[in-house]
């Protein structure tokens, strides 16, 4: 099999290769990383066992965050390393984790994948959701590394490819030594794909422990670096995408008409290069505009926020009473709302959410958010919100109570791995 997928690859390779060679001319981000991807890896010296975390984008390394955390703290004897396929990740995982080796993953070829897994010398591998790569699968298993696939998921999209391709992947499940999948449902579709139930384990979703443990401990001093006095009720738009702006506008000054209180707006674009814009339509609107790095002290009354920073989000829904996620009023697929929930806030979205179904879920199941429908509602449900400071009270909490009855699946991630890397073998690493 590892011949016939090495022989798959190269007719890919071959048939994609004016394309390709076409995007790494016009555009470095196709050069980056290269050489790492054809096995160009350094040799990493190793002190004890290893475990090598794979996220391919974004999301899957944030996630695995909470994991490394969790090794760092309890296992600081282990020595991890990083990989990932995207370059945004990559920025990421060197960003979070500035002092772990970060490389990118090895194209799938089995001779790259060899190299990969003698100069990395891991003694257990933990990829990230479901990645399934035959001949990684092929070669840790000749190299005895044992496999664990970590916050795995499979939707019934996957479920139906996974199960018309079983007879070529049928080798690569039985490859992977554990699965540690999100929910219930995740874990009858791998048994109906005949995994062995024994490697199933039901952990939860670690995007809950991540959430949690960004959340800062101290609101006030959020509020009073945005310059922002006692008693202030802040309406914040997060994510904002083009079309969302003026609903947000809208619904803050129809409910600081009506708060009864002073009201602040904080607005935080999704795209750093729409700050100008946004600064324009909202002070056509007749809104006084400041963006957040020029903060140095209180505000005047009424000031709206726009948030120029990188790394604020979690510190902005802190300060925040009223949170709208954005992407949602338009054909997006929304943005994360459990950011705001953890943080006990009333939380609202639009309707078109479909990267957050989960979420969404979760949160409307509680009582601890709500869909509004479109910017007429967003802006009703900010002018109620404003006046019931009882029923902000009352979603926030009900919000981070459902976050907080989801947690642990960190730890129960670090107990499979503790056992894999038990019955590991020590590795010595060659060329």
């Keep these: 099999?590892?011949?016939?997928?090495?022989?798959?690859?190269?007719?890919?390779?071959?048939?994609?290769?004016?394309?390709?060679?076409?995007?790494?001319?016009v555009s470095?981000?196709?050069?980056?990383?290269?050489?790492?991807?054809?096995?160009?890896?350094?040799?990493l010296?190793?002190?004890?066992?290893?475990?090598?975390?794979?996220?391919?984008?974004?999301?899957?390394?944030?996630?695995?965050?909470?994991?490394?955390?969790?090794i760092q703290a309890e296992m600081p004897e282990v020595e991890i390393l990083l990989t990932v396929t995207t370059n945004t990740a990559f920025a990421v995982a060197r960003r979070n984790?500035?002092?772990l080796p970060v490389h990118y993953w090895p194209l799938d070829f089995s001779f790259v994948i060899r190299?990969?897994?003698?100069?990395?010398?891991?003694?257990?591998?933990?990829?990230?959701?479901l990645e399934l790569w035959p001949n990684f699968l092929t070669e840790a298993q000749r190299a005895r590394v044992p496999v664990l696939l970590v916050n795995g998921r499979i939707s019934s999209r996957s479920y139906y490819?996974?199960?018309?391709?079983?007879?070529?992947?049928?080798?690569s499940f039985k490859t992977i030594g554990a699965f540690s999948v999100q929910t219930e449902a995740y874990a009858r579709r791998l048994r109906k794909l005949r995994v062995d139930p024994s490697k199933i384990f039901v952990t939860g979703n670690l995007k809950y422990d991540v959430v949690a443990a960004t959340v800062p401990a101290d609101p006030a001093a959020q509020r009073e670096r945005l310059g922002i006095a006692a008693g202030e009720l802040v309406f914040t738009a997060g994510s904002t995408h083009p079309g969302e702006e003026e609903a947000v506008a809208n619904a803050y000054l129809a409910a600081r008409k009506t708060a009864g209180v002073p009201m602040r707006l904080i607005v935080v674009p999704r795209a750093p290069q729409r700050l100008q814009e946004v600064k324009r339509l909202l002070e056509a609107k007749g809104i006084s505009t400041v963006f957040k790095s020029a903060i140095s002290g209180p505000l005047e009354p009424e000031t709206a926020i726009i948030v120029d920073t990188m790394g604020e989000m979690m510190k902005v829904y802190s300060a925040s009473d009223i949170v709208f996620v954005g992407g949602s009023l338009i054909p997006h697929g929304g943005q994360n709302m459990l950011e705001p929930a953890a943080c006990g806030k009333a939380v609202l979205w639009g309707p078109r959410t479909h990267n957050f179904t989960e979420s969404v879920k979760l949160l409307l199941d509680a009582?601890?958010?709500?869909?509004?429908?479109?910017?007429?509602?967003l802006k009703r449900e900010t002018v109620r919100l404003a006046c019931d400071p009882a029923e902000r009270a009352r979603m926030g909490l009900a919000a981070s109570e459902a976050i907080r009855t989801r947690l642990g699946a960190t730890r129960r991630n670090l107990e499979i791995l503790r056992e894999l890397l038990k019955r590991s073998n020590p590795r010595k690493t060659s060329f």
């Design 97 to 99: 984790h500035p002092g």
């Design 28 to 43: 470095d981000k196709y050069r980056r990383g290269i050489g790492q991807k054809l096995g160009l890896l350094p040799l």
């Design 45 to 70: 010296r190793k002190k004890g066992k290893r475990v090598w975390i794979h996220g391919v984008s974004v999301g899957e390394i944030i996630a695995a965050g909470s994991l490394v955390r969790a």
């Design 1 to 25: 099999m590892v011949v016939i997928w090495d022989l798959i690859y190269l007719m890919g390779l071959i048939l994609g290769a004016p394309l390709l060679i076409y995007k790494m001319i």
């Design 161 to 171: 490819v996974y199960r018309r391709s079983r007879p070529f992947l049928a080798r």
């Design 115 to 129: 190299r990969a897994i003698n100069r990395f010398a891991p003694d257990v591998v933990a990829l990230m959701e």
């Design 367 to 377: 009582h601890g958010g709500l869909c509004v429908a479109d910017a007429a509602a």
